[in-house]
């Protein structure tokens, strides 16, 4: 015998679940909250998703894959700087989007650690084809540069979400950008 079909759209539950996660976090989101944004029951949303673990891991695993999307777009740019100012221009604008949630869940979620770092590891290799292709100084540290972006990224996050306006948290990114040395004049 075949369970009842699902009455409800369960990709919308999901960016629900995303939405209600990231303005929340994990801790502080109920089964109750999640139930009432997703507009399902317990059983269905058990039924469904599983538990509330499993759902988060389910729900930062899609917004994961967009925020690499975005990383990756960046990281195509011609050059390593052109690819960090995408990227931190692209984040300054996202943290203080008003259609979502303020900030970023990757950056501020506790159980989001692995994330950050495949994110660092990201920023990391392009920053070496930087280093590598000469655009970027020789004397760079790659993965101190890429661990130097992520903490201004969730600098940037905490700005948004404390309700800094988008030219607070874009001046915080330009900032950054003059922190990186630029490559030696070509000889």
């Given at each position: 015998m075949a369970g009842r079909p699902r009455s409800f759209d369960r990709d919308e539950a999901l960016a629900a679940?995303?939405?209600?996660?990231?303005?929340?976090?994990?801790?502080?989101?109920?089964?109750?909250?999640?139930?009432?944004?997703?507009g399902v029951t317990p059983p269905s949303l058990y039924a469904a998703f599983g538990d509330k673990s499993t759902l988060f891991d389910e729900a930062s695993t899609l917004y994961f894959d967009r925020i690499c999307e975005g990383v990756d777009s960046a990281a195509a740019r011609p050059t390593a700087r052109e690819a960090i100012t995408v990227m931190l221009?692209?984040?300054?604008?996202?943290?203080?989007?008003?259609?979502t949630p303020l900030g970023c869940l990757m950056l501020t979620e506790p159980r989001l650690a692995a994330q950050r770092e495949a994110v660092n590891a990201r920023l990391t290799?392009?920053?070496?084809?930087g280093v590598s292709d000469g655009d970027l100084p020789p004397t760079i540290r790659p993965h101190e540069l890429a661990?130097?972006?992520?903490?201004?990224?969730?600098?940037?996050?905490?700005?948004?979400?404390?309700?800094?306006?988008?030219?607070?948290?874009?001046?915080?990114?330009?900032?950054a950008l003059a922190a990186i040395p630029d490559p030696p004049a070509a000889t």
């Open positions: 679940a995303v939405e209600l996660f990231w303005r929340v976090g994990y801790d502080e989101t109920s089964i109750s909250m999640l139930t009432s944004a997703m221009s692209e984040t300054a604008r996202a943290h203080t989007d008003t259609g290799r392009r920053i070496e084809q661990s130097f972006l992520m903490a201004v990224m969730r600098g940037m996050s905490g700005c948004a979400r404390d309700g800094g306006s988008p030219s607070d948290v874009a001046a915080i990114a330009r900032l």
